[in-house]
């Protein structure tokens, strides 16, 4: 794979091309004429569904990077972008008071021949956080972009610029590279000063990806952390402590906290200015194992209304995190498919809004029970539509992982018994039904969650239910939070665990080196997809080449 050579410049504050003009041709625009086109800039508006923040909440101090506040308002937690297609992208900045958004965008990393782009307006609403869409990009590129913040009213007062990178998907096939992993700050290990912040975020920003899926837990809204740590061997584990992380998060401005905290990291926010995110949300943006409509039964909150929760979370999530308006659904659910160039399509789903209550799971009728109707349907339609000789489908949950809640409860998909399906498990045989029924045999299950690396092959001449055809799942995580050991494996749709690495002991820190993240490489010329397992450093644990299965 040939990776991209170029690395973001420092910041610039040169003379720009005004908004709307053509971009440098021998740039990026290789024979196109059409330019850099903004949509409507996105104005912050609360999510229907989600409350809007109280000024006296909204308006309390940030927890953030070291910075001066000074007479220019600043952008406080580094840029990123998200969502990058072959056309658009979104960027987004979080300032230190209201503020202008303001984009500059260029195939050059000194930004000579840059577009400006005029941005959202940073509210109190949103944290003074903004994305900003960008359309009718070049394709298959290397861009380079900075953001400022700018006085509302007085547009000679900014901030300095912070740049990120960004790589658009290809038109025509070519090779196509992309990390996964999920699950950070948890289990009290939370931003590390000794390491830079998350030890593995080094390793994942030396692999210079075209773009990062993370597969849910982007925060631990219900992870506190303490200053230090003692570890079994006499080590010291330091975190970082703000008000927001010294307890669970309720209200809006609590969970907005959460995602200022992660962002404290030096080297992760390095790496997502460096590289594009595609986020999905699972239970700890939130709370542990949640599911609708719950009432907890836990000391720690006073707000024990899990809809309510989840409704301030899911503002949170779309206030600080680069997701595009391409999801379907009319509530606020975040699946959606992005069509990545003619070798690749992936569909990340939400397998937590629409979850039913966790029971045993061995309920013997159709529920609808983790995708729920309409995202089942529209997984079902949109595969059958995909032209893409890959179809990576990105779960929040793994498939034939017995993961429970409790004693006698199941959190995950899989019910521990080996019979047919039952329960959750009838909602995926329709699913892994459809695909056989559709002809789609390229199809990858990408997840986290379970706090371990490995790789499971299942097929039908293993399983209790066998109207599916020969697939895989790979399992990465977690990038900077507890580390458990491997789960069971639920025979009913013939799992075979062909990989594992984890940790013999539960919780272990990442200084024991059980942090994982996958990898992904698609060869334009072959079209082949290879999957690398990597640890904490990045070195490579296991790796499996898939050829296509013939159209």
Do not use: C
């Amino acid at each position: 794979m040939n990776l991209p050579s170029r690395t973001p410049s420092s910041p610039l504050d040169s003379p720009s091309t005004p908004a709307g003009a053509a971009l440098g041709r021998r740039q990026i625009l290789r024979g196109t004429a059409a330019g850099v086109v903004l949509a409507a800039p996105l104005l912050g508006g609360p999510l229907l569904g989600a409350p809007a923040a109280s000024a006296s909440a909204a308006g309390r101090a940030p927890s953030a990077p070291a910075f001066v506040r000074t007479g220019r308002p600043v952008l406080t937690h580094g840029v990123a972008s998200g969502d990058v297609t072959t056309r658009s992208a979104m960027l987004w900045s979080r300032a230190d008071r209201p503020a202008r958004l303001v984009a500059e965008i260029s195939g050059d990393p000194a930004f000579r021949h840059a577009v400006r782009i005029p941005g959202p307006l940073l509210t109190a609403s949103s944290d003074f956080t903004g994305s900003l869409p960008l359309h009718r990009l070049p394709a298959g590129e290397e861009l380079f972009y900075r953001l400022r913040a700018v006085d509302p009213h007085d547009p000679r007062r900014s901030g300095p610029w912070e740049s990120g990178r960004l790589v658009t998907a290809p038109e025509r096939r070519r090779d196509v590279r992309f990390l996964w992993s999920g699950d950070v700050a948890g289990q009290g290990w939370g931003v590390n000063p000794d390491l830079g912040g998350f030890r593995i975020a080094d390793a994942m920003r030396a692999r210079r990806a075209d773009f990062y899926l993370s597969s849910g837990d982007n925060v631990y809204a219900d992870g506190v952390v303490t200053g230090s740590v003692a570890l079994p061997d006499g080590r010291i584990w330091r975190n970082l402590v703000t008000e927001e992380k010294s307890k669970v998060a309720e209200t809006l401005a609590e969970f907005h906290g959460n995602y200022r905290y992660n962002l404290l990291a030096d080297n992760w926010r390095a790496f997502l200015a460096e590289t594009s995110v595609i986020a999905q949300w699972d239970d700890h943006e939130v709370t542990n194992n949640w599911y609708p409509g719950e009432i907890l039964d836990d000391d720690r909150y006073t707000e024990r209304r899990v809809d309510v929760l989840a409704a301030r979370a899911r503002r949170a999530f779309h206030d600080y995190m680069p997701v595009s308006a391409v999801s379907p659904d009319p509530d606020g659910r975040v699946y959606r498919v992005l069509h990545l160039g003619p070798s690749l399509d992936l569909f990340v789903l939400d397998m937590r809004t629409h979850k039913d209550p966790n029971t045993s799971s061995m309920e013997t009728r159709a529920d609808g029970g983790v995708l729920g109707e309409r995202q089942t349907a529209w997984l079902l339609r949109e595969l059958a539509r995909s032209r893409a000789t890959w179809k990576v489908i990105a779960a929040d949950l793994p498939i034939g992982l017995v993961v429970r809640d409790g004693e006698t409860a199941q959190e995950g998909l899989a019910n521990g018994d080996p019979g047919s399906p039952r329960g959750r498990e009838i909602d995926l045989a329709r699913v892994l039904s459809g695909l056989q029924r559709m002809g789609i045999r390229n199809h990858v299950w990408l997840t986290a969650d379970v706090h371990y690396t490995a790789a499971h092959h299942y097929s039908p001449d293993r399983a209790a239910y066998q109207r599916f055809d020969p697939f895989w799942e790979f399992v990465a995580g977690p990038l900077n939070a507890g580390s458990f050991p491997h789960g069971d494996l639920d025979a009913t749709f013939g799992p075979s665990r062909e990989f594992v690495s984890s940790p013999q002991a539960a919780n272990t820190s990442p200084l024991e080196g059980h942090q994982y993240f996958g990898e992904v490489e698609v060869d334009g010329r072959t079209e082949s997809l290879t999957v690398t397992l990597r640890d904490v450093v990045g070195a490579a644990l296991y790796t499996r080449t898939l050829e296509p299965a013939a159209r």
